[in-house]
């Protein structure tokens, strides 16, 4: 490739991605999945289209795919919230291995007696549709006021749920006949064993070193933070494990070990989360031929019909019979099942092993995604309000909270947001009861900074600086995130949690001070002359704050 070929690519590169950015803010308007505008511009750029780009590269478009994936359910791990998760995780399980057990068998079912498709052509139809999209079901949800229980299990089952299928998939488009069934479960489970162990033990170590290892730059973290959840894949793809649902759990670890400068690293994550999905959608729409859809349109109709209103109903009461919850939300659960890159991605498998009629199955499944999730993404606020089971908007959001270690204190800085639906709007510093090694050292209030007294009433759009010591850090945090929760008097009505009063490192019944090591690394940090001051009530629920003035004297008032 010559200097002038880049610069063409680059430029043809950039147009595309702003073409991409703008549909996400049409798709934000109008309620469509931004996956369709993208597959959009995918087919417009393609055969058929309007720049007649001629691409059949299975190949390559099955290793993008999967790279992409892989970054796709990174993002989604580091998203996922552990306390959300932890309560639904055995459901969860279940409905991603039994589930999509049941789904495969009805929907192969179908597309053998209702499609004609002989049935290693059906197995492997039922399995690809059988996967939910993590890409599609992480941004819709985040857009629905869904019950955190709810929330939890489908962004769940999307991460989890990749693994088993695609180790079908291949299964089923390997050459010679398919192994009993007794032994591919037990393949299955060995390999979902392995991934998950490695992705474990990779996460945990993750996050151990880069919460005791303080690096040079900010702006190192998300990359540090990616590259492990990206080896965890390597890893367990290497050992012969599932690397998807490794790379899942390694994420979701990394997402809930209250790592240094997390905003970034959200951020960071999110826009190659983004970026993933625009170039796969793209590929894939380069991928198809349009109008050799025409005569599959049909058996895509049918197959997916027997999977939207019975197979994925079917898998979902079933493999969730245990758990005896509501049946109106497994009614939402059936609903939500949405399909998007992941099972045109594993169409390309088939299509590479040279399986006879996997053109026409990419042809299937591609029509079955785009009409499905037409109906499905945009219909589904309605659906939950329907079922009366969305959630209240109203309730309290958590607090956005970076933490930026100080190695050389021993000490770390906590950056905290207050969010619009936060319970600590109205709260007074004092009223925070910290524990006792850590202080609200500055508030940033409308553009303007100054520092609090014990006093000061905390406000929405608030940001705070608050400096801890290395042994109270967590705690800290937990209690800042307890007061956003249940407000001033969380832990002691049943909401939030919050260190004990009197227990070692925390404020005492009588409002003790923020330790002399608060103060320390408060003056060696803005160089300010700082002084304690406590004060008590006989309910115990007094605290203490630094409270000290800027190095020119002068202090704006709250």
């Not at 070929?5 to 590169?13: D, K, P, T």
């Not at 495969?104 to 399995?127: C, E, K, N, P, S």
């Not at 000061?456 to 759009?461: D, I, Q, Y």
Request: proline letters at 6%; charged letters at 15%.
């Amino acid at each position: 490739m010559t200097v002038h070929a880049l610069n063409e690519l680059l430029l043809v590169c950039s147009l595309v991605l702003l073409v991409a950015v703008v549909a996400v803010r049409v798709s934000s308007r109008s309620g469509l999945p931004s996956l369709l505008l993208y597959l959009g511009i995918g087919i417009a750029l393609g055969q058929d289209g309007i720049f007649d780009v001629k691409f059949d590269n299975a190949e390559l478009t099955q290793v993008f795919g999967y790279a992409a994936l892989v970054v796709i359910l990174a993002e989604g791990g580091l998203g996922a919230k552990w306390k959300e998760v932890r309560p639904v995780l055995p459901a969860a399980a279940v409905i991603s291995t039994v589930g999509v057990g049941i789904s495969v068998g009805v929907t192969a079912a179908a597309a053998h007696y209702l499609v004609g498709l002989d049935w290693r052509q059906a197995l492997i139809i039922g399995a690809v549709v059988s996967s939910t999209d993590a890409a599609a079901v992480f941004s819709v949800l985040r857009r629905v006021p869904l019950p955190p229980r709810i929330t939890g299990v489908l962004e769940a089952e999307s991460g989890f749920n990749d693994a088993p299928v695609v180790i079908l998939v291949v299964a089923f488009s390997a050459v010679g006949p398919v192994e009993h069934w007794y032994i591919l479960l037990a393949e299955i489970a060995m390999e979902l064993a392995i991934g998950a162990a490695i992705g474990i033990a990779v996460g945990w170590l993750g996050s151990l070193g880069l919460r005791h290892v303080a690096l040079p730059a900010s702006g190192l973290y998300p990359i540090a933070v990616m590259a492990i959840a990206v080896s965890a894949y390597a890893a367990g793809a290497m050992a012969h494990g599932s690397g998807f649902l490794a790379v899942y759990l390694a994420a979701m670890i990394l997402g809930n070990s209250k790592l240094p400068h997390w905003p970034a690293t959200r951020g960071f994550a999110d826009g190659l989360g983004w970026l993933a999905q625009i170039g796969m959608f793209v590929l894939l729409g380069l991928l198809v031929t349009p109008h050799d859809l025409v005569d599959d349109f049909w058996p895509a109709i049918v197959v997916g019909l027997v999977l939207t209103m019975v197979a994925r109903p079917l898998s979902v009461f079933l493999s969730l019979a245990p758990f005896r919850l509501p049946a109106r939300e497994k009614v939402l659960m059936s609903w939500a099942g949405l399909r998007g890159a992941v099972p045109i991605v594993l169409a390309t498998i088939p299509m590479v092993s040279g399986v006879e009629g996997s053109t026409r199955i990419f042809n299937i499944v591609f029509v079955l995604v785009i009409v499905y999730t037409l109906i499905q993404g945009p219909t589904l606020p309605w659906v939950a309000n329907k079922l009366n089971i969305a959630d209240d908007p109203a309730e309290a959001a958590d607090l956005g909270i970076e933490s930026a270690p100080l190695e050389r204190l021993r000490g770390h800085l906590l950056s905290v947001a207050i969010p619009t639906k936060s319970k600590m709007h109205g709260v007074e510093v004092g009223e925070l009861r910290l524990p006792a090694g850590a202080a609200v050292t500055l508030v940033v209030r409308e553009g303007k900074s100054f520092v609090p007294s014990p006093a000061t009433v905390l406000r929405r759009g608030d940001e705070l600086l608050v400096v801890a010591t290395d042994p109270v850090r967590d705690r800290a945090e937990e209690r800042l995130r307890a007061v956003g929760e249940g407000g001033k008097l969380a832990g002691w009505l049943g909401t939030g949690r919050t260190p004990a009063a009197g227990a070692p490192g925390t404020a005492g019944p009588h409002g003790g001070s923020a330790i002399p090591q608060a103060m320390k690394l408060a003056k060696k940090l803005g160089g300010a002359s700082a002084s304690a001051n406590g004060s008590g009530s006989g309910s115990g629920s007094g605290t203490g704050s630094v409270n000290g003035s800027s190095g020119s004297g002068t202090r704006t008032s709250p």
